[in-house]
């Protein structure tokens, strides 16, 4: 069947993504048609499935850079895929079947090309020659096994050997599912990480002036701040409301600004590895000096998110957008959103949903979409995102026998 033909009918396609702040499965289920411009898309479900025991937590040991037998992978990799399997099978109840699954499975190490050092807020430019790495885990072959559905997952790997950095993925999606006629826009996911895509006004060469990056932390260390702060008792801060009874520390807020990853220019990507458990801890030493009540350390952590994708955006962009679309948890965050258009004046502040397109699922619809693509030989990734040299088609495809 020719490519216009297949994508004419709609298909049933089921996303799923466990992201950076380990905080469970997000699974969608949407039906997709069309292909890039005239791709539509309707979300007929979506859900986030907690993992099951003590998964997270060892996930996120490992994420903290634990050292974990070969044995030990293994069973944390089918442990993944069967609780994503087990999310693909919920999510279509009471639904039409899917025909296929987009899995990312859950990151759980990201080396960025150039061999950077890891885990510390000193590390350098290494050699640039060398490729990055990016492990996913949750076995696609698994999941397509316990689901029956052709299953398609490792998405970042094709971009990473041709050497980009894998990520961020989303930002050609975003291009298809959100540009704009008239308006430029940045959509900004805040997860753990952040990350933005620029989407200049849909006409002329629109295409090639799209750029893409992480922003650096999103939530990762205002969560494990909360964590620190209440002995475990709280994972996040509620619609930040005890850092909106704060206040930020400024001249902290600029001493962290001065790290090198901020300025570095973009295509970049990040992850746990240098925006973790460690990081904070170097942020807790530097704020000993202020004495900052718990509050002030949230507010203080909240700036650094918003002035750091501030500044990234006046320093990067060839222009400034007409719109922020926010999406991932950290828009329900409202005093960071608060925060974030105070430092943007100009600019309004949203959600995608304000757009259209559901703002806690877009990750998983677009790893929906990415498998869509893959399965209609349609490249994934964006080059002035991932810094690879070309476009490529993304993800590896498991058929059911
Ligand atoms: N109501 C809320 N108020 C404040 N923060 C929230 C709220 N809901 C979610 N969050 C924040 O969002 C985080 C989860 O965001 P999300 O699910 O987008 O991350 P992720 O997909 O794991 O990350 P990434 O995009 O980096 O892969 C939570 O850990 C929490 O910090
Ligand atoms: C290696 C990895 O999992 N990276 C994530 C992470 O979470 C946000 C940011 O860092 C982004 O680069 C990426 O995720 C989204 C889905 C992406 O590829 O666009």
Redesign the pocket.
């Known amino acids: 069947m020719h490519l216009t033909e297949q994508a004419a009918i709609p298909t049933r396609v089921i996303g799923l ?8 499965i ?1 699974a969608a289920l949407v039906e997709i048609s069309g292909t890039e411009l005239d791709i539509k898309i309707e979300l007929l479900a979506g859900e ?1 499935y907690p993992y099951p025991g003590d998964l997270r937590e060892r996930i996120l040991e490992i994420c903290a850079q634990k050292a974990i037998s070969m044995a030990e992978l293994a069973e944390l990799d089918d442990a993944i895929a069967l609780a994503f399997a087990q999310a693909a099978q919920n999510i279509q109840i009471g639904h039409q079947p899917a025909t296929l699954i987009g899995s990312h499975g859950q ?1 759980v190490f990201h080396r960025p090309p150039g061999d950077w050092g890891l885990g510390t807020r000193d590390w350098e430019l290494g050699n640039k020659n060398s490729l990055g790495y990016s492990l996913q885990i949750g076995r696609g072959a698994l999941i397509a096994h316990l689901t029956g559905i052709t299953t398609i997952s490792n998405f970042r790997v094709a971009d990473i050997a041709i050497g980009g950095h894998g990520a961020p993925l989303v930002p050609r999606v975003d291009a298809y599912l959100l540009s704009h006629p008239q308006e430029g826009r940045c959509i900004q ?7 933005v895509a620029y989407i200049p006004p849909r006409r002329d060469d629109w295409l090639t002036k799209i750029r893409g990056w992480d922003t650096g932390p ?3 260390l ?2 494990l701040a909360v964590q620190h702060l209440t002995a475990g008792a709280k ?6 409301k005890w850092a909106a009874s704060g206040t930020p520390c400024y001249p902290l807020v600029e001493q962290w600004l001065s790290q090198d990853y901020f300025h570095l220019p973009p295509p970049k990507s990040t992850g746990r590895e240098l925006f973790g458990v460690a990081y904070l801890h170097e942020c807790l030493k530097d704020a000993e000096p202020y004495q900052l009540s718990p509050a002030d350390l949230l507010a203080t952590l909240t700036e650094l998110t918003v002035a750091s994708i501030a500044r990234s955006y006046q320093t990067f962009l060839p222009q400034m957008p007409q719109r922020v679309l926010l ?4 828009s ?3 005093y ?1 959103k608060q925060r974030l258009q105070l430092l943007l004046p100009s600019v309004p502040v949203l959600t995608t949903d304000e757009v259209g397109l559901n703002a ?1 699922f877009k ?1 998983a619809i677009a790893f929906a979409v990415l498998a869509y693509w893959r399965q209609l030989g349609i490249p994934g990734n964006l080059p002035a995102a991932t810094g690879a040299p070309r476009e490529v088609l993304l993800g590896e495809i498991h058929l059911v026998e």
């Open positions: 993504i466990s992201g950076t702040s380990v905080d469970g997000d986030t990151t996911n805040l997860g753990g990480i952040g990350n999103a939530n990762s205002l969560d994972s996040y801060d509620e619609s930040g999406c991932g948890g950290g329900r965050n409202l960071l806690d990750e």
